[in-house]
């Protein structure tokens, strides 16, 4: 089946410094989708890439859909402590079905020290 | 985000009993997922659902059973659970079609004594 490696697996950074993650694969998808979760909470939806080479920003928030189709970053600048939580790449693809699937990263823990 | 319900947030079950998780969706949406999230592992999608026809089974076994009454209901049936079905299911909802993407509840914590 498809995976993705996501890394770093944790990150502990100082308020402040700017964050990079990526997911790799050896499939191409047709879409990337960077989620957040909080202790207690789903995964919510930070930003979506529907085509290669796109980049896109949310506030602090930046990611890129790989040229190739089997990566994707996420970046985030100046940190703050409310960035603390769990990051999850995940890439859609139509995988035979009507609906797409979607396969996730390990995730991404990222610490922010005040 | 309330737009993807899930209740009961939390349950503690012993291995005989039966017992329902409920998703209930606001968006609009006509396809339903559950995941299942254990520690340290990636998300594993379990089930799915478009206009109320499954759509996949991803190995799951028999002692979780899906129901999907209507596009915006959506429950998940456990009878005679192991240990290891501890972990925190996520129901997740979307349009129909490649491309469209997943919102996630809050998800139950599933705990089996």
């Known amino acids: 089946g498809q995976q993705l490696n996501q890394s770093p697996q944790s990150m502990f950074i100082q308020e402040g410094e700017d964050v990079s993650m990526n997911c790799t694969s050896s499939s191409i998808f047709n879409t990337w989708l960077w989620y957040k979760q909080d202790p207690g909470e789903g995964p919510v939806l930070l930003i979506a890439l529907y085509k290669a080479g796109e980049l896109t920003s949310n506030g602090r928030l930046t990611a890129q859909f790989g040229i190739t189709r089997k990566d994707s970053f996420l970046n985030i600048s100046a940190s703050i402590p409310s960035d603390v939580g769990i990051y999850f790449c995940a890439g859609g693809s139509a995988g035979g079905t009507s609906y797409g699937k979607l396969t996730f990263g390990q995730g991404t823990i990222l610490t922010v020290h005040p | 985000e309330t737009g993807v319900t899930q209740t009961p947030r939390h349950l503690v079950m012993g291995m005989t009993n039966k017992k329902s998780l409920k998703c209930e969706q606001h968006?609009?949406?006509?396809?339903m997922y559950w995941y299942k999230q254990s520690a340290k592992k990636p998300l594993e999608l379990m089930f799915v659902?478009?206009?109320?026809?499954?759509?996949e089974n991803n190995s799951v076994p028999s002692r979780f059973s899906p129901e999907c009454p209507n596009s915006s209901h959506l429950f998940l049936h456990l009878h005679t659970l192991q240990p290891e079905d501890s972990a925190l299911y996520l129901c997740?909802?979307?349009?129909?079609?490649?491309?469209?993407?997943?919102?996630f509840g809050d998800g139950t914590r599933l705990s089996i004594l």
């Open positions: 968006l609009g949406h006509n396809a």
């Open positions: 659902y478009n206009f109320k026809e499954q759509t």
């Open positions: 997740a909802s979307s349009l129909t079609g490649v491309n469209q993407p997943q919102h």
